[in-house]
């Protein structure tokens, strides 16, 4: 990444100009969620993605501050005598994520035609369409593996990765995935009220208490979203959660019948 922004801080008087130039722009690269700021962490809040975006955002940060800005302070040539901005930093991570492939031979490189192909691995619907392969001088092929019709989506195997992770490394999501979201409840406004010694705190306890027997659901627990459908365990969840005070006393009631 360091290598890109430095690259990308010299134009057109790169010696790769050409491949930096073939890299997605900053509109291509709009729908990560590292580029959405505090939004994106509201959106994504309590989900897997949602720790992963945190981390990234605060190694993001961190490493420009540690690394490249005394890097380019002792190293004026690194960015043309002058100060990077984070924005650059956040810009080049971005597209060494959604852009790079680590190689068998080479190590890790920029394949600029990677961030436009969907990820695709086995057990997901549909039919790799096309794999890459290295080449002696270095360089990636992208051969088709079928018959691939005018406007067919290429979908390619870039090894096994869950739906967080594409998510913020390339702004898309696994094709076909069945979970595309995982959570957990904001219960702390529950828990605050049920450690009352009052007639709510005993129901709310009484609430929990079913979560907890009914469900398995309990502090930190995580709920699925899926695609097209909401499991039958995160709508009961749910709804238990929202429950009003007759709803909670008769489930209470009915416990053992439920169990």
């Given at each position: 990444a360091l290598a890109l922004a430095s690259e990308r801080a010299r134009g057109d008087g790169s010696a790769y100009a050409p491949l930096v130039g073939s890299l997605p722009s900053a509109s291509d690269l709009s729908g990560m969620?590292?580029?959405?700021?505090?939004?994106?962490?509201?959106?994504?809040?309590?989900?897997?993605?949602?720790?992963?975006?945190?981390?990234?955002?605060?190694?993001?940060?961190?490493?420009?501050?540690?690394?490249?800005?005394?890097?380019s302070r002792s190293h004026a040539q690194l960015f043309g005598g002058r100060e990077p901005q984070v924005a650059e930093w956040r810009r080049a991570l971005a597209l060494v994520w959604c852009c790079s492939l680590e190689?068998?031979?080479?190590?890790?490189?920029?394949?600029?035609?990677?961030?436009?192909?969907?990820?695709?691995?086995?057990?997901?619907?549909?039919?790799?369409?096309?794999?890459?392969?290295?080449?002696?001088?270095?360089?990636?092929?992208?051969?088709?593996?079928?018959?691939?019709t005018e406007g067919e989506e290429i979908l390619i195997d870039?090894?096994?990765?869950?739906?967080?992770?594409?998510?913020?490394?390339?702004?898309?999501?696994l094709v076909g995935s069945e979970h595309c979201?995982?959570?957990h409840m904001a219960d702390?406004?529950?828990r605050e009220l049920a450690a009352k010694r009052t007639k709510a705190g005993k129901r709310t306890r009484r609430?929990?208490?079913?979560?907890?027997?009914?469900?398995?659901?309990?502090?930190?627990?995580?709920l699925e979203l899926r695609t097209g459908s909401l499991p039958a365990r995160t709508v009961s969840a749910l709804r238990l959660s929202l429950a009003d005070a007759s709803e909670i006393d008769a489930l209470w009631a009915r416990r053992t019948q439920l169990a």
């Open positions: 969620p590292v580029f959405g700021g505090a939004v994106s962490a509201v959106l994504l809040a309590g989900t897997d993605a949602g720790v992963l975006h945190y981390g990234l955002v605060e190694e993001v940060e961190q490493s420009f501050a540690e690394q490249v800005l005394p890097l190689l068998e031979s080479h190590g890790r490189a920029l394949v600029p035609f990677v961030s436009s192909a969907r990820h695709w691995q086995p057990g997901a619907p549909g039919a790799e369409g096309a794999r890459l392969f290295e080449l002696k001088d270095g360089g990636v092929e992208l051969v088709a593996t079928r018959a691939l870039l090894g096994t990765r869950h739906g967080g992770e594409l998510l913020l490394a390339r702004g898309t999501l979201a995982r959570f702390a406004e529950l609430q929990l208490q079913l979560l907890a027997n009914l469900l398995g659901v309990v502090s930190g627990s995580q």
